[in-house]
């Protein structure tokens, strides 16, 4: 009876411990991946009008489900982002296009955001956005988002390079 007993404990020890390495293998797909992030200065086309300068997030979303909304939270406060589809360009086969420009934005994103898609998000300044209790107060230069009723999810980003400015015609 005991070795009976011992032979069943033995073999739901051991179901247990298989059942939880393929559990534990399974890799966590992050939601977003961060191609590039910079600051890029826009020079007024109109002589007397002042230059801009906007922080720019160029990322791949990688999983079905798609984003509601994201924000910035940098140094100006906590700010909703513009978020459009973008795709990369080819500088071998155009020419005209200006230094320091890497992706063009191709449409507004809206609720067509689905995995693979290249995004380009850049903060909306203006308007009063209070800043969550859930984000940390002292939390700056991060990418906060939100999909299918989630709470706030957060990428930090490390590093934000100058790129040459750009003149608007």
């Known amino acids: 009876m005991k070795k009976a007993s011992f032979i069943i404990a033995l073999s739901i020890l051991g179901s247990s411990i298989s059942f939880g390495k393929t559990a534990s293998n399974k890799k966590r797909v992050a939601d977003l991946t961060?191609?590039?992030?910079?600051?890029?200065?826009?020079?007024a086309g109109?002589?007397?009008?002042?230059?801009?300068?906007?922080?720019?997030?160029?990322?791949?979303?990688?999983?079905?489900?798609?984003?509601?909304?994201?924000?910035?939270?940098?140094?100006v406060g906590?700010?909703?982002?513009q978020t459009e589809?973008?795709?990369?360009l080819n500088k071998k086969k155009n020419t005209t296009i200006v230094k320091g420009v890497d992706?063009?934005?191709?449409?507004?994103?809206?609720?067509?955001?689905?995995?693979?898609?290249?995004?380009?998000?850049v903060p909306i300044i203006g308007g009063k956005y209070p800043v969550p209790k859930e984000i940390p107060a002292d939390a700056k230069n991060?990418?906060?988002y939100k999909t299918?009723?989630?709470?706030?999810?957060?990428?930090?980003?490390?590093?934000?390079?100058?790129?040459e400015a750009i003149a608007m015609p």
């Open 34 to 43: 961060v191609i590039e992030a910079y600051n890029q200065q826009t020079n």
């Open 46 to 75: 109109i002589p007397g009008r002042p230059s801009k300068t906007d922080v720019h997030i160029v990322l791949k979303w990688n999983v079905k489900t798609y984003p509601e909304t994201f924000f910035w939270r940098g140094d």
């Open 78 to 81: 906590f700010l909703p982002c």
């Open 85 to 88: 589809k973008a795709h990369k």
């Open 103 to 121: 992706y063009e934005t191709v449409a507004a994103a809206g609720d067509e955001i689905h995995k693979g898609d290249t995004l380009m998000l």
């Open 142 to 144: 991060t990418l906060y």
């Open 148 to 163: 299918n009723g989630s709470g706030w999810k957060s990428v930090k980003i490390k590093t934000l390079t100058t790129k």
